[in-house]
């Protein structure tokens, strides 16, 4: 079971799938963060006009005899310009903004790797429990295998008293129809071996190619399980409590996000040209200063968006509590569960016993003359069903048992423990 929990960890689709996920949201918690440092840019640009811009100034009429000239002509750009810009800002004061997002959005990504701990336990409780399924159709299967070989060796038996005259005809038809109908059963049994295959070979991403050898069995829980410690324990460990933890802290640092766009936003600023000819011999070579804008109204959408804020921060709190209620009962039903297969098992077993018993007395009973073959058929069908109960039973407390764990977040760990 061990082998199956690790390949289920590393290779579903769905882990595979959370992980990425959660590297996104890694990813997402640095971007965040990159706007502490500002930005460094570079700008440039290449213009062709039609001619080289130049300004005219008129002459006076009477120098224009002398200079031979209408007008002064003062180019100021030529026909190719090449513009080149550098510029930096960096944020000095944003209300808390920055800081805050970068909180929210590291809480969130604490909330992904939470989710993905969730993710492997589920998928690793799915291949589990198809393992645990696969197990017990393969005992069935083996239970009616070995059924089938028993009436058949009583079928044999009712012909060889038939013709010795010690048995009626009826016990030869009725022990012939058993054996059909275990045939019948038999089929079915197979065939629920073949879909809990299937099934493993689905969540463990298994081509009907690659061949499979499943080992181990059924095992019966020993260890004591105390109900409210148990409980106590999921709720502590609890991955899918720990994400919604993180997601309320995000939510938190959210509503502080909002609030910030009621504070002024200051930047520092900073400038460099370098070109090569400019358009206007104005413009500056280089400048630095400080930008601050604040909004002083719009249409109260900074409200709304401080009011969704808080009414996602409330629901998230909802949903915490509600998952902390339904993983205590999802708890509580196991444990309960586990005890009661844990007793079911004991009758089985004592059931199983009674019944080999009854069928040692009721062949003993026809091959001396005193019984029928009904009588060994029933027998024969009350053993396999008794023994088909015991291993029902112990995958109960199994499935039971790794359903506590998954909650707890450790089903991999006990996989690998009960397997030594």
Known sequence: MASVAARARTDSWETKRAHQESEAANWVARRTASLRWGRVGVQTQYLRFDDPITIKSPLPSYLVPVL????????????????????AGLPLFT???ITNGVKEAKAGARAERAL??????DVVFGAEQNYLSLLLARDVLKLNQDALGSYREHLNHA????RQGTAAKYDVIRAEAAVSEQERRLTEAQNQVDLA???LRSVLVLSDAEPIDIRGGLFEIDEPVEMHQTIADAVH??????????????RKSDVRV??????PQVAAIAGREAVTNKIAQTDPTWYAGARLSLDLFDGGERRARIGEAKANLQDSRYERQHAEDQIALAVRSAVLDLRAKQASLAAARKTAELAQESLRLATKRFEVGTGTSLEVLDATLAVTASQVNVQQAL????LAYLTIHRHHGDIADVAARIQK
């Open 159 to 162: 012909n060889s008293y038939y």
């Open 95 to 97: 209300g808390g903004k």
């Open 116 to 121: 993905e701990s969730k993710t492997e336990a």
């Open 68 to 87: 031979h000239l209408s007008d002064l002509s003062t180019q100021i750009a030529p026909q190719d310009n090449f513009h080149v810009k550098f510029e």
């Open 197 to 199: 295959e299937a099934a």
């Open 237 to 250: 460990a609890s991955p899918a409590l720990r994400a919604l933890d993180e997601k309320i802290q995000a």
């Open 395 to 398: 995958y109960g407390i199994d």
């Open 258 to 263: 909002q609030f910030g766009d009621y504070l």
